[in-house]
């Protein structure tokens, strides 16, 4: 069974922190993905990776960086923590052919006070 | 359907009924779709997927209708259960996948 792990299910972090969230997939997928998803506004793209050590900003990237370093796994880092990140973080990876769904994770609820 | 907005459109339906989660898309050129579950707390599932060049694909107790047209995506649900409860999104692909805002059903018993 495929999975997209994500290292914590709830952080509490406080502002100014800087945070790390972790994603590993065991599927030998090329592309890895993060999103955030909060009420009202769905899933919104922050960043994307299509190779190791390759990334590419997505809709909302202000205040997050990434880092792939192997190709299995994804980190998703706030270089400084403020109460306007608090959300669902969502991390997913497909196959790299034009008709591959993703593949989610079960999410990273993150709260900063 | 999908709309933009704070709230999530609500679907109810009887156990038992037929439910139908409607999606309208925005890139005519989109070439594949995609339907997705979410329960609370859980990240998204993949329910069924379906080719620009088809417009009916049938799973277990799922359909998915494709109007081209009108740029329309359907999610039929058959006998709908208490387990079907939760967020349904669709997505289109077009390079990188793209969510609607997702609709909420619930059950009623």
């Known amino acids: 069974d495929v999975k997209v792990t994500q290292s914590s299910r709830y952080l509490v972090k406080r502002t100014g922190e800087k945070v790390f969230l972790e994603c590993v997939q065991d599927m030998d997928h090329e592309n890895m993905f993060w999103y955030r998803q909060d009420p009202g506004l769905g899933l919104r793209l922050i960043y994307f990776s299509y190779d190791v050590k390759m990334k590419e900003k997505g809709d909302i990237p202000e205040g997050y960086s990434v880092s792939r370093e192997k190709k299995e796994r994804f980190s998703l880092i706030l270089e400084s923590a403020s109460t306007n990140q608090t959300s669902m973080y969502l991390c997913?990876?497909?196959?790299?052919?034009?008709?591959?769904?993703?593949?989610f994770g079960s999410g990273t609820r993150l709260t900063v006070v | 359907g999908e709309s933009v907005g704070l709230h999530l459109p609500t679907l109810s339906v009887q156990e038992g009924d037929n439910s139908i989660i409607n999606c309208a898309y925005s890139?005519?050129?989109?070439?594949?779709f995609i339907w997705y579950k979410q329960e609370s707390g859980k990240g998204p599932q993949f329910i069924i997927d379906i080719r620009s060049n088809m417009d009916k694909r049938q799973g277990q107790r799922v359909t998915v209708l494709l109007n081209k047209t009108v740029k329309h995506l359907s999610l039929q649900i058959a006998a709908t259960q208490p387990g079907d409860s939760a967020v349904y999104f669709c997505a289109e692909k077009m390079g990188g996948l793209t969510f609607g805002k997702g609709t909420h059903l619930i059950i009623q018993p």
């Open positions: 890139n005519s050129a989109s070439d594949y």
């Open positions: 997913a990876s497909s196959l790299g052919y034009r008709e591959s769904g993703y593949t």
